[in-house]
């Protein structure tokens, strides 16, 4: 079976894009939309994403914003889990819970509805991607502000080099399909 696995995180490895200097100079940009355009990649990432957590009891997944919502609704499918959102500010219409965190150069920050679930309800975060861990990390607070329980981290692809998943918990579980 891990030939298996492997073969298929080649495969979807392959169909991600790269296009340089965008969306600056300097820059590689991993552009997944040719992985969405691929049914069979599209398939195959959706059943690398949940079958991690097939048994972890999942009540929500959080989906990050914007690409995380792409996967984030079919991984909430799969798990039998309901999908929060987590967006940037001003973007969610009811009273919502506020977390910034830093940027190279400044902060940004993201929020949640502060009903989004219940005190002890069991969470993963998922996006597409984690390259410095910020937004994975401001998630994290979010949902234990709001009393939640990370038990998951799930991204489609991983920047190893900018260390993104030193800035998680090392105890909840850490799974992506692709590493660059």
Do not use: C, W
Request: aromatic residues 8%.
């Amino acid at each position: 079976m891990e030939k298996v696995e492997q073969s298929i995180k080649e495969f979807i490895s392959e169909t991600i894009r790269t296009i340089p200097d965008f969306p600056k100079k300097g820059i590689m940009f991993k552009d997944i939309t040719t992985l969405l355009n691929d049914r069979r990649a599209l398939v195959l990432t959706s059943y690398m994403l949940s079958q991690p957590y097939i048994d972890y009891k999942v009540d929500h997944i959080v989906g990050l914003e914007s690409r995380g919502f792409l996967f984030g609704t079919n991984l909430a499918q799969d798990l039998n889990a309901g999908f929060i959102p987590i967006r940037k500010p001003g973007k969610l219409p009811h009273d919502v819970l506020k977390q910034n965190y830093e940027l190279e150069y400044g902060t940004d920050s993201v929020e949640v509805h502060v009903d989004a679930f219940k005190k002890g309800d069991r969470i993963i975060i998922h996006d597409d991607l984690i390259a410095t861990g910020g937004t994975a990390a401001a998630a994290t607070e979010l949902v234990e502000r709001l009393g939640g329980v990370v038990v998951g981290y799930s991204f489609v692809m991983e920047l190893r080099a900018l260390k993104g998943k030193e800035k998680l918990k090392k105890d909840v579980p850490f799974e992506t399909i692709v590493e660059i």
